[in-house]
């Protein structure tokens, strides 16, 4: 049974720093894409970052440069590094575990940025 399970969401104030982990259990892990994923209220999901098998990162504009992807294979988790957070960027954050056609989705975290 696949399982991802984020943590790590929680309120902060506007330029303050969380880092949202997700770990992974029922796939070989390193041979997985993941992704953090965010929906807002009224909005449709968006991606936010993405880390392939090999190391190489993806990331959504609106985050560049404050947002850090990283994964740990040895321990079969992928977390998200969020600095300087803006009121903005208050949403539910989703792990995401892509392999060929199967994808795997945790539960959501969520993140709340205070003005």
């Known amino acids: 049974q696949v399982q991802l399970v984020e943590s790590g969401g929680g309120l902060v104030q506007g330029g303050g720093s969380l880092r949202l982990s997700c770990a992974a259990s029922?796939?070989?892990?390193?041979?997985?894409?993941m992704g953090w994923y965010r929906q807002a209220p009224g909005k449709q999901r968006e991606s936010v970052a993405v880390?392939?098998?090999?190391?190489?990162?993806k990331y959504a504009d609106s985050v560049k440069g404050r947002f850090t992807i990283s994964r740990d294979n040895a321990k079969n988790t992928v977390y998200l590094q969020m600095n300087s957070l803006k009121p903005e960027d208050t949403a539910v954050y989703y792990c995401?575990?892509?392999?060929?056609?199967?994808?795997?989705w945790g539960q959501g975290t969520q993140v709340t940025v205070s003005s």
């Open positions: 995401n575990g892509v392999r060929g056609p199967n994808i795997y």
């Open positions: 029922g796939i070989i892990f390193s041979i997985h894409a």
């Open positions: 880390i392939f098998s090999g190391g190489s990162t």
